[in-house]
């Protein structure tokens, strides 16, 4: 196994027990509690002085900023009021990127009605919103015509469309995937034919038959258009996160699903044929692992460990609280159980490195709190 036998995580270290993967919790009790916090959240460097940032979906629908600092001893408000959305509903996908390239990080967050996009002021703080009307999307960014400014792939309960960008953060539409009877729960984009050039791979909830779930892969020509479908992998049940990463670290990304208490990676291949008798052949599964012990309500893709392979990092309901779960990539397409945590927020979980000592910590969200640092002792 590739991992340190001492795997730093959060602001203390799980010590290494013997085996590579036994860590036990070390130190544990310390870290930041932000008083806000529902569903989700995210870390960035908003205000451009090189510690992260922390961005969380409030209650009632806001999203609230808060600013870290170079002690890294405090968070602090960014503005006395939070961000105010179109659709005063619960918040589910927030992420931060700069929408209109000049360098100031944006907010795109989406809720039960729309997808927001607020521009940033450089400072923390976020300025007029404008929206595109969509129910229970998920979101993905990417540049699919090469202009340099990202565009949008939105996942619906009933349809799948990539906004392009203007390039002053207007999204406006571009192609509207909807085969008649489908059901899109999840997309991403990802160059999988590696022709420099960004497709969208859609995974389809199918209740008709058995809870079953197929995928699409529709191909970008690089003009923001994608041509018509190829049948990918199919999964029984129902996926609940759908990622790309590099998880053997052949520069290919590879296709991380977790669906019914399981963690699934699927390598990307190098070379083609992508496409034979109309299936997409270009992903080969590389293992199956048991995760989160019923639904995660998240996962993230990060490379926790240090070790230079992504890890699976998920939260699930636990009964009080959430428990919190890592699966160390072993940098094959294969996963390795990792410690489990349990902490009283946790609805949404990511990791970081928030006190800039090269080691990544853990952000958790849920139950009208954001935590940062480490878990509290078991
Ligand atoms: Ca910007
Ligand atoms: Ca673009
Ligand atoms: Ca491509
Ligand atoms: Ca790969």
Known sequence: MAHSMHTCLLFGCFIAAGTAHGQTLDHCGSGFEIPVGVTTGHAADVDGDGVLDVVVASAAGTVSVWLGSLTVSSYSAAQSDDVVLDGSTTIHDIHVEDMNGDGHADLIAANRTFINVALGGGDGTFGAVTSIECEVCTIDLGDVDGDSALDLLSVSNEEAVVFLNDGTGLLTTSRVFRPSGSLFYNGAFVDANLDGRLDVHLQEYETFFFYNSSSYMHLGDGTGRFSGDSSG????????????????????????????????????????????????????????????????????????????????????????????????????????PGPTMHHAHGEYALSADFNLDGRSDLMVVGNGATHIGTPPCP
């Not at 990622?243 to 190098?270: C, F, P, T």
């Not at 926790?304 to 699976?312: C, E, I, K, R």
């Open 233 to 336: 992998p199919s999964f029984d049940g129902f996926v609940s996160h759908w990622m790309y990463n590099d998880m053997n670290d052949d520069g290919v990304e590879d296709l991380v699903l977790v669906h019914d208490g399981k963690a699934e990676v699927w390598l990307g291949a190098s070379a083609g044929p992508w496409i034979s008798h109309g299936y997409w052949v270009g992903l080969t599964e590389a293992s199956s692992t048991s995760i989160c012990s019923g639904f995660c309500t998240s996962a993230v893709v990060e490379d926790m460990s240090g070790d230079g392979y992504p890890d699976l990092l998920t939260t699930a309901w636990a009964n009080p609280g959430f428990s919190i779960q890592i699966a160390y990539g072993n940098g094959d397409g294969t996963l390795s």
